[in-house]
């Protein structure tokens, strides 16, 4: 659907705070963007895919996958839902086992590996706390005793919380943002290590941290880290041919999205990229496909922006 905001003729009566006066100062025009939902809420983090209206398009059908990861085992975290599912259907069709971590979202979970299953693939579900580092050496446990190894970690699950203030962020949300962000890669990188060689580590950053978005503070400084932690990480793990690199997406719809902002925010995701609207997640799968397969051989310490050019890195 594609309405512009602010144009009389539309008719459109809620603008959704896209109306702005132009640099002549001679009146009020809107943005021209493609509605990606609208209003709705979740009271719940990292959020349902199954409640979400519309639902997150995650397979393209037209993508094909080739054997670039044959017999390759990868860890997802978050791999129920959003982005995280997108990558592990597009892993599948390249031919990889996969291991799924997810919270609590059993929903999702269940319908993201007979998803993976009916494309011909295995799927392992562990369920637990990654802010756990007992839980984090569980999953490297089971998926060993399951698959004999670990190839590919892709640390994808995290929350975000909206604050208008930094006063209005908790010492407790702080602390759990980080722990889920950041504390929660260390724990499963450090745990999976042992078992990875001349194998892959994806680390998902956020367009956040480069644009500094002011009412998710706590979620971009811990989206910093990830960027500080994957540079660091490429360079200590270079000599044992492991590559580390992360991803920063843009605004993708995903239930992260109606469970950290308010109502109004959600038709307006994506409106501030070259493109006017927020992404769909089979849009950004295929770069992890990339940087877990050996077309990308010579390729670590980088961070891939994927954004529909609302950031330029």
Not at 10 to 20: M, Q, R, T, V
Not at 88 to 102: L, Q
Not at 217 to 242: E, P
């Amino acid at each position: 659907m594609n309405e512009k905001f602010g144009c009389e003729s539309c008719n459109i009566s809620d603008n959704y705070g896209l109306l702005y006066v132009n640099e002549c100062n001679d009146g009020i025009v809107g943005k021209e963007f493609k509605i990606k939902a609208n209003p709705q809420y979740q009271t719940v983090q990292p959020g349902m895919e199954y409640l979400m209206e519309p639902k997150p398009i995650f397979d393209n059908p037209n993508y094909k996958g080739s054997g670039k990861l044959k017999d390759k085992v990868a860890i997802i975290t978050g791999g129920d839902s959003g982005i995280g599912r997108a990558v592990a259907v597009y892993f599948a069709k390249e031919g990889a086992k996969i291991v799924i971590v997810y919270y609590n979202e059993h929903i999702d979970a269940e319908y993201t590996k007979q998803y993976i299953e009916s494309l011909g693939s295995e799927c392992l579900l562990i369920s637990g706390d990654l802010k756990n580092p007992n839980f984090c050496q569980m999953v490297i446990r089971n998926t060993v005793d399951k698959f004999g190894k670990v190839d590919i970690l892709v640390n994808n699950a995290g929350v975000q919380f909206q604050q208008k203030r930094l006063e209005d962020i908790s010492n407790e949300q702080f602390d759990y943002t980080m722990k889920s962000n950041i504390y929660s890669m260390f724990y499963l990188t450090k745990a999976a290590l042992p078992y990875m060689s001349n194998g892959s580590i994806i680390n998902t950053t956020s367009i956040t941290t480069f644009q500094g978005e002011p009412e998710l503070i706590d979620y971009v400084t811990s989206k910093g880290a990830i960027v500080g932690f994957t540079r660091a990480l490429a360079n200590n793990l270079a000599q044992k041919n492991i590559r580390v690199n992360a991803v920063a997406p843009g605004v993708f719809w995903t239930a992260l999205q109606p469970s950290c902002w308010m109502p109004n925010k959600i038709p307006t995701l994506g409106s501030d990229s070259d493109m006017r609207r927020a992404a769909d997640t089979y849009e950004i799968a295929p770069i992890y496909v990339y940087l877990a397969s050996d077309d990308a051989s010579y390729t670590t310490g980088q961070v891939f922006h994927i954004n529909g050019g609302q950031y330029k890195g």
